[in-house]
Nanobody, 125 residues
């Protein structure tokens, strides 16, 4: 069973940047797509970005396109989410997740089967 751990969240001002990391602390996700999602209280989990298992294909929610970038370091079994030009509406708990099927990539939360514990991102106005 793959276990994921996110880090890198924090408090930042509007326009600032943060880089989130997602590490497989147990197991490996090298053959799986990895997604980033976010959630605020009383709202459904929202897709943010995803990267294919080989790292050459990415997808983004319209709300973060051109501001966020997802990448992966295969050698270190780590996926990153670089977040630039942050806005107060980006405030949320951010989760990384591993796809259920190998060699796939998706924006649908139900197609992911291993989730991290989340990391809080707060953007002040």
């Amino acid at each position: 069973q793959v276990q994921l751990v996110e880090s890198g969240g924090g408090l930042v001002q509007t326009g600032g940047s943060l880089r989130l990391s997602c590490v497989a602390s147990v197991g490996s996700f090298s053959l799986y797509g990895v997604g980033w999602f976010r959630q605020v209280p009383e709202k459904e989990r929202e897709f943010v970005a995803a990267i294919a298992w080989h790292g050459r294909s990415t997808s983004y929610a319209d709300s973060v396109k051109d501001r966020f970038a997802v990448s992966r370091d295969m050698a270190n079994n780590t996926v990153y989410l670089q977040m630039n030009s942050l806005k107060p509406e980006d405030t949320a708990v951010y989760y990384c997740a591993k796809q259920t099927k190998k060699f796939s990539q998706s924006s649908r939360a139900w197609e992911y089967d291993a989730w991290g514990q989340g990391t809080q991102v707060t953007v002040s106005a």
